[in-house]
């Protein structure tokens, strides 16, 4: 059964960044993106053990297929709360990955 998704303050920050991008530099993939975003959100909710662990449990990890992006989240037991989505190409990509949340 689906659980519900709750997108913390941090990731709506991280939300932001990934609409200037595309806005800015490939407006053309925008609702692709935002359609694959939708679609990996719906799979974790029903879904939490699919993506790979990200540093310390239970923070897990799922990279979007066909865009940059990767979603960083926790299987909080009665909801999925999503910590950051984190653009793959950026300088600190590692560290935000596995940093302490």
Same mark, same amino acid.
């Given at each position: 059964?689906?659980?519900?998704?709750?997108?913390?303050?941090?990731?709506?920050?991280?939300?932001?960044?990934?609409?200037?991008?595309?806005?800015?530099?490939?407006?053309?993939?925008?609702?692709?993106?935002?359609?694959?975003?939708?679609?990996? =959100?719906?799979?974790?909710?029903?879904?939490?053990?699919?993506?790979?662990?990200?540093?310390?449990?239970?923070?897990?990890?799922?990279?979007?297929?066909?865009?940059?992006?990767?979603?960083?989240?926790?299987?909080?037991?009665?909801?999925?709360?999503?910590?950051?989505?984190?653009?793959?190409?950026?300088?600190?990509? =590692?560290?935000?990955?596995?940093?302490?949340?």
């Amino acid at each position: 059964m689906a659980r519900p998704v709750v997108i913390v303050q941090r990731a709506i920050v991280n939300l932001r960044w990934f609409r200037v991008y595309y806005d800015d530099i490939f407006p053309e993939g925008l609702s692709r993106a935002n359609a694959q975003i939708d679609k990996i =959100l719906r799979l974790l909710a029903s879904y939490p053990k699919m993506g790979r662990p990200a540093g310390k449990s239970p923070r897990r990890q799922f990279s979007i297929p066909n865009i940059p992006f990767t979603i960083v989240y926790r299987d909080k037991g009665d909801v999925i709360e999503i910590l950051r989505i984190l653009d793959q190409r950026s300088e600190s990509y =590692l560290k935000d990955l596995f940093e302490r949340s």
